[in-house]
């Protein structure tokens, strides 16, 4: 288990070690010529290979911890990044809100997470912002949700 933060400067803290930690790894894959954290991982084994394990950060309640503009771009900036290539190196990011509006998670950070993942929402738009697409208004009972991946 990693590290817990309920507040904002938590979060950029948080982000901006594990930006660092996707350099590093990067610098890991290169020098061991692997393309990917699993090519890495399948490797022969080589007694001076680190381990790397996988990661995940759960940025919950995202629209309360982007609440403030000054902590909006520096967290926006580090997830940015992370979302765009940290999957290669085994750093993966989930992003949740309840707060369903297009200015919450920007265009570009949607656009590279890989996953998206719906419950019922109150109306297409809503749907739209979160799926690209409609549906998710129309979800019916518990244990239901709709899911896209690119």
């Avoid at 894959?29 to 990917?36: I, M, P, S, T, V």
């Avoid at 995940?56 to 580090?78: G, P, W």
């Avoid at 309840?98 to 749907?127: E, F, G, W, Y």
Wanted: proline fraction near 1%; include cysteine.
């Amino acid at each position: 288990m990693g590290e817990i933060g309920g507040f904002a400067e938590d979060a950029i803290e948080i982000l901006e070690e594990a930006v660092e930690e996707m350099q590093r790894r990067y610098k890991l894959l290169k020098e061991h010529k692997a393309k990917d954290i699993s090519a890495y991982k399948t490797a022969e084994v080589e007694l001076d290979r680190e381990d790397l394990p996988w990661r995940v950060l759960v940025l919950d309640e995202y629209a309360d911890l982007t609440s403030d503009n000054e902590d909006r771009k520096t967290i926006e900036k580090s997830l940015r990044r992370l979302a765009q290539k940290a999957w290669v190196c085994g750093i993966h990011v989930i992003v949740a809100t309840q707060k369903i509006s297009a200015i919450i998670i920007s265009t570009t950070i949607r656009s590279n997470l890989p996953v998206q993942l719906a419950l019922r929402v109150n109306s297409a738009t809503d749907s739209r912002i979160v799926m690209d697409e409609g549906e998710a208004e129309a979800l019916g009972g518990k244990r239901r949700c709709i899911s896209k991946m690119h």
